[in-house]
């Protein structure tokens, strides 16, 4: 079944988000408030360098994705992806006044839709602070509480920069935080089916404040494997040692597995915090 989906942010996330969706056979709004990228994405041109992008927006752009700085497409939309950046402050705690922002600007829209719809949390998010900090902007816009017209669900992306359209297109896992939504579990259910049927992805039915922990969770232990096996490369490298015939050799052992094992470049991100409370926020892979 196609679904009308609106995607608001065109960065990283939102455009390799868009056009795989539209991929997937559904119709596909991306918002954003910068008229060059709206500009660039409705000309089938990719803001982004990402290895499979380019195409998909040359296949669809135009027909089954659009692009536009106004949200005039939310109120008629199933779904409603919010993926805006929540970068780091100074203190390691993240800054979610451009999510705020977009959460009232999608609320004010949905005082006009007729149905049901869900707006999906995909921005990178501590535990609790879409209960507390985004339904109620959501909420306050649009006049209507959650549960009702409206629905909210966290569903974390987890993609690598080189390979994010393949990391969406088959990927080792699809987590959706509903807390027990039904409505929105069977959106899901109809937006990702190619995904599970295709590849037998499994499905993590949780909740939010769980969703949102499974994005920092992976994070975390991806950005520690990738720090041990730089400071093991430094290692072999004061031995003499060939770092990259000990990395075949331990990612062998599926306790540890083969991936992330090459040394090099640090993990990209945001640091991590002062305050060890805040979780790690955010390292974002």
Same mark, same amino acid.
């Given at each position: 079944?196609?679904?009308?989906?609106?995607?608001?942010?065109?960065?990283?996330?939102?455009?390799?988000?868009?056009?795989?969706?539209?991929?997937?056979?559904?119709?596909?709004?991306?918002?954003?408030?910068?008229?060059?990228?709206?500009?660039?994405?409705?000309?089938?041109?990719?803001?982004?360098?990402?290895?499979?992008?380019?195409?998909?927006?040359?296949?669809?752009?135009?027909?089954?994705?659009?692009?536009?700085?106004?949200?005039?497409?939310?109120?008629?939309?199933?779904?409603?992806?919010?993926?805006?950046?929540?970068?780091?402050? !100074?203190? @390691?705690? /993240?800054?979610?006044?451009?999510?705020?922002? *977009?959460? $009232?600007?999608?609320? &004010?829209?949905?005082? +006009?839709?007729?149905?049901?719809?869900?707006?999906?949390?995909?921005?990178?998010?501590?535990?609790?602070?879409?209960?507390?900090?985004?339904?109620?902007?959501?909420?306050?816009?649009?006049?209507?509480?959650?549960?009702?017209?409206?629905?909210?669900?966290?569903?974390?992306?987890?993609?690598?920069?080189?390979?994010?359209?393949?990391?969406?297109?088959?990927?080792?896992?699809?987590?959706?935080?509903?807390?027990?939504?039904?409505?929105?579990?069977?959106?899901?259910?109809?937006?990702?089916?190619?995904?599970?049927?295709?590849?037998?992805?499994?499905?993590?039915?949780?909740?939010?404040?769980?969703?949102?922990?499974?994005?920092?969770?992976?994070?975390?232990?991806?950005?520690?494997?990738?720090?041990?096996?730089? !400071?093991? @490369?430094? /290692?072999?490298?004061?031995?003499?040692?060939? *770092?990259? $015939?000990?990395?075949? &050799?331990?990612?062998? +052992?599926?306790?540890?597995?083969?991936?992330?094992?090459?040394?090099?470049?640090?993990?990209?991100?945001?640091?991590?915090?002062?305050?060890?409370?805040?979780?790690?926020?955010?390292?974002?892979?």
């Amino acid at each position: 079944m196609t679904l009308d989906v609106s995607v608001v942010g065109s960065g990283y996330v939102g455009t390799t988000l868009a056009a795989c969706l539209a991929d997937l056979g559904h119709d596909v709004t991306a918002i954003d408030i910068d008229e060059e990228i709206v500009a660039q994405l409705n000309a089938g041109e990719s803001p982004i360098h990402e290895p499979g992008l380019d195409p998909l927006l040359t296949a669809y752009s135009g027909t089954s994705l659009r692009a536009n700085t106004t949200y005039e497409s939310v109120p008629e939309a199933d779904v409603v992806f919010l993926t805006i950046q929540t970068p780091a402050r !100074e203190d @390691g705690s /993240i800054d979610i006044g451009p999510l705020r922002a *977009a959460a $009232e600007d999608v609320g &004010a829209a949905l005082a +006009d839709a007729d149905d049901y719809t869900l707006v999906v949390v995909k921005s990178t998010v501590t535990p609790g602070m879409t209960e507390e900090e985004l339904i109620p902007v959501i909420e306050d816009a649009s006049g209507t509480e959650e549960g009702g017209d409206f629905g909210v669900a966290v569903n974390p992306e987890f993609q690598s920069q080189g390979s994010a359209v393949d990391d969406f297109m088959s990927p080792d896992k699809i987590v959706l935080g509903t807390d027990g939504d039904d409505r929105a579990l069977d959106i899901f259910a109809e937006l990702y089916e190619p995904l599970v049927a295709e590849w037998e992805t499994p499905v993590v039915e949780t909740g939010r404040r769980e969703a949102a922990m499974v994005k920092y969770a992976n994070n975390v232990f991806l950005a520690a494997k990738v720090s041990l096996i730089n !400071e093991l @490369g430094n /290692i072999c490298k004061e031995y003499g040692v060939d *770092a990259y $015939e000990v990395a075949d &050799a331990i990612g062998m +052992d599926d306790r540890i597995g083969a991936k992330f094992l090459r040394s090099g470049v640090g993990y990209g991100g945001s640091c991590f915090p002062k305050d060890t409370a805040a979780i790690m926020a955010a390292v974002s892979l």
